[in-house]
């Protein structure tokens, strides 16, 4: 079955300190990957993709992530993380579903960031 | 390019009563996508149109859910007999065709079902 695995539901870091979101996904061939942010009350906006081509793809924000065909990963990171950057954050995975892609959404992790 | 727009932000209705979503999505995009979104989880597909036309609904989407995009521009999702458990977010989201092409998000509407 299509999934996918954000295993940690809520992280806390202090402002500065590196950040890795961890995502995994189960699915036959190969994915579309996105991961999107959400502010409370907000709709979500778009950090990066992966569609094919260098497994590192960098994204707004600072944000990197790094596909890992082997361990089915596409885990978000950024150095150095800011206060603003405290928000919800999910991971997607776009399925073939005729001409079509379907999303498959993980259930957030959730980010706060301390001063 | 001013985004997806998505109209009203909060809506509080009484159980029973009908309520109506508008969608304006980006101008040159011509899929448009309606979600769900509950506390704590992702978003949940409802439906989604090309152009004009809607290719795909969910089993989530019950018959007093029905979404419209006339001229395929912008689109309503109306939900008749609203219930408690209605109360959500509801997120619109446009993209150009093309399975690659990532789906841009308005800020949605709350709605609360008293």
């Known amino acids: 079955a299509q999934s996918v695995t954000q295993p940690d539901i809520h992280i806390t870091v202090s402002e500065g300190a590196s950040l890795e979101l961890r995502c995994n996904y189960s699915?036959?061939?190969?994915?579309?990957l996105f991961w999107y942010v959400q502010s409370p009350g907000q709709g979500l906006q778009l950090l990066l993709k992966?569609?094919?081509?260098d497994t590192l793809v960098q994204g707004i924000k600072g944000f990197e992530a790094e596909f890992k065909r082997s361990q089915s990963s596409f885990n978000l990171r950024k150095p150095s993380v800011h206060w603003s950057d405290a928000a919800e954050y999910f991971c997607?995975?776009?399925?073939?579903?005729?001409?079509?892609?379907?999303?498959?959404w993980g259930l957030g992790t959730s980010l706060a960031v301390n001063p | 390019d001013t985004g997806v727009s998505q109209n009203p932000r909060h809506k509080i209705t009484k159980r029973g009563q009908n309520v109506t979503f508008r969608c304006d999505p980006i101008?040159?995009?011509?899929?448009l996508y309606w979600y769900r979104q509950t506390l704590g989880q992702g978003p949940e597909f409802l439906t989604y149109?090309?152009?004009?036309?809607?290719?795909?609904k969910s089993r989530l989407l019950s018959d007093r859910f029905s979404a419209e995009r006339p001229k395929g521009s912008f689109s309503t999702l109306e939900i008749q007999r609203t219930e408690q458990g209605d109360s959500a977010m509801y997120l619109c989201?446009?993209?150009?065709?093309?399975?690659?092409?990532?789906?841009?998000f308005g800020n949605g509407t709350r709605l609360t079902v008293t």
């Open positions: 989201a446009s993209s150009q065709t093309g399975g690659d092409s990532p789906l841009h």
């Open positions: 101008s040159e995009h011509n899929r």
């Open positions: 149109f090309q152009n004009e036309a809607q290719l795909e």
């Open positions: 997607a995975v776009g399925v073939r579903a005729g001409n079509n892609r379907k999303l498959i």
């Open positions: 992966y569609f094919s081509g």
């Open positions: 699915y036959g061939a190969t994915p579309y």
